[in-house]
Every structure is written in structure tokens, then in C-alpha cells.
């Protein structure tokens, strides 16, 4: 299985795998990477030395959503250390909570 940490994995190039390990399309990630972007980049820790790609920070999050996996596999798979895992997860549902309840709160309603 390939490691997920660099854009230049194979995670990234392959979309069977892609679909496997992120239970969703690439074009799907790619919009919600374009979606959360600022949202999961601005969030790292004051002093941190995170600095990991927006597909990377999405990707951990996104595991851990799609396969319930424990904190050493995924810090295995993204070549992180497991509080990055840990931070990267709860910021990730975080975002996605604030936004789903911003935008429910917010949407289009037909006249």
C-alpha cells in the first residue's frame, strides 16, 4: 500500500485506490480540497512545524472517516506523528461540523 504523505504519491494518481482507501472520487476530493483549503491550512497549531499540503491535511481526516482506522495506521500511511493524526482528524471535523451547520442554517430555499 502506498504512503500518502507527498501530491506525488500514488494515492493521488491511482483513482481505484483513491476510491478504496478515501471512499470517494478524486474530482469529490479535489472539490472539497478547493472547498476547505484556507479553512484546514490557517489551523495549525501557533508554532507548529506542520506545514503539510491541504490534500494531505484532507486525506487524514478523510481516512479516518472512511475506515475507523486507529491513530498508528494512519500515522503509519501519512509518514506524520500521531498527535499530527489526532489534530488533523478533530480539526478536519471541526471544519466540516462549523461549515455543514453554517450552510444548513444558510441554504437556498425555492420561492
Known amino acids: 500500500m ?4 507527498h501530491d506525488d504519491s500514488s ?5 481505484d485506490s483513491f476510491k478504496q482507501f478515501f471512499k470517494i472520487n478524486t474530482s469529490t476530493f479535489e ?3 478547493g ?20 490534500k494531505t491535511n484532507l486525506g ?4 479516518w472517516l472512511a475506515n475507523s ?27 466540516l461540523c462549523t461549515n455543514f451547520h453554517f450552510w444548513v442554517g444558510f441554504r437556498v430555499t425555492k420561492s
Open 31 to 33: 472539490w472539497l480540497c
Open 11 to 15: 494515492i493521488f494518481r491511482n483513482p
Open 69 to 95: 482506522s486507529d491513530f498508528p495506521e494512519i500515522s503509519h500511511r501519512f509518514q506524520v506523528s500521531e498527535a499530527i493524526s489526532k489534530f488533523n482528524v478533530k480539526q478536519l471535523c471541526h471544519v
Open 60 to 63: 487524514i481526516g478523510l481516512f
Open 2 to 5: 502506498g504512503r500518502f504523505g
Open 35 to 54: 472547498l476547505l483549503e484556507t479553512l484546514l491550512d490557517c489551523c495549525d497549531p501557533i508554532g507548529s512545524h506542520f506545514n503539510l499540503p491541504t
